[in-house]
């Protein structure tokens, strides 16, 4: 088992900036390729970023590509995503996953364990 904790999450203006992190613990976290999803209301969980277990390798969403950034700092068993030019439209709940494949993956169904998630809300 892997345990996800998020945090980092809140109420910003548009154009302003936030750095969401997600705590691992349980099983050996540079194990997983790591990803972030968001999930609005209404709405299905969507891709945002992921990368591999080394974090060599990123993936990005076209929504979020020049915006956001994933990272991993294995000795902290952490994975961080920064949002910087947030729009209203990024307003949703937001998820770390962990993935046990060695490629990366988009599909939520494809990750092993979540987080809980933390509250993004954009303003304008």
């Known amino acids: 088992q892997v345990q996800l904790v998020e945090s980092g999450g809140g109420l910003v203006q548009a154009g302003g900036s936030l750095r969401l992190s997600c705590a691992a613990s349980g099983r050996t976290f540079s194990n997983y390729a790591m990803g972030w999803f968001r999930q609005a209301p209404g709405k299905e969980r969507e891709f945002i970023a992921a990368?591999?277990?080394?974090?060599?390798?990123?993936t990005y969403a076209d929504s979020v590509k020049g915006r956001f950034t994933i990272s991993r700092d294995n000795a902290k068993n952490t994975v961080y995503l920064q949002m910087n030019n947030l729009k209203p439209e990024d307003t949703a709940i937001y998820y770390c996953?962990?993935?046990?494949?060695?490629?990366?993956?988009?599909?939520?169904?494809?990750?092993?364990?979540w987080g809980r998630g933390t509250q993004v809300t954009v303003s304008s």
């Open positions: 996953a962990a993935d046990r494949a060695t490629v990366l993956r988009l599909a939520p169904a494809m990750y092993d364990y």
């Open positions: 990368t591999t277990r080394g974090g060599g390798t990123t």
